[in-house]
């Protein structure tokens, strides 16, 4: 394009290209500096600033949507164990999920073993 030189930000009329040659090589360095960003933002929230202890302020919104446990008990809704569709035998109703009628998978007895660990069966 007329005016765009390599490795260099042109503005043609009110327009800026950007004409870097590297984009890749580029795209790592932002997407690990917004990763590192992140991570400290989320770290911030969980340590006391006065002390610098470890204090999880367990009511922030963050805090509730990424906790899966707390005291030994499963509080994030997505990982409780859901008994809506298991029989009296703490096994899933094929029906129910619309599973093929066929042979049992690996995953089948998995996901029966994860359970009964939960359910207590």
């Known amino acids: 394009m ?11 009329g009110g327009v800026k290209i950007i004409g870097y040659a590297n984009v890749p090589g ?22 006391d600033k006065k002390t610098k202890a470890l204090a999880v302020n367990w009511t922030t919104d963050i805090v509730k949507a990424t906790a899966l446990t707390r005291d030994g008990a499963i509080v994030h809704p997505n990982f409780k164990a859901q008994n809506c569709c298991l029989d009296g035998r703490g096994v ?8 093929s ?10 996901d029966r073993e994860r359970r009964r660990d939960s359910c207590g069966q």
């Open 2 to 12: 007329e005016g765009v030189k390599t490795d260099a930000v042109a503005d043609l």
């Open 26 to 47: 580029r795209l790592a360095a932002t997407a690990s500096s917004l990763y590192a960003k992140n991570l400290y933002a989320f770290l911030e929230v969980l340590i």
């Open 92 to 99: 899933r109703s094929r029906r129910q999920h619309g599973d």
């Open 101 to 110: 009628l066929g042979p049992r998978s690996a995953r089948y007895y998995l």
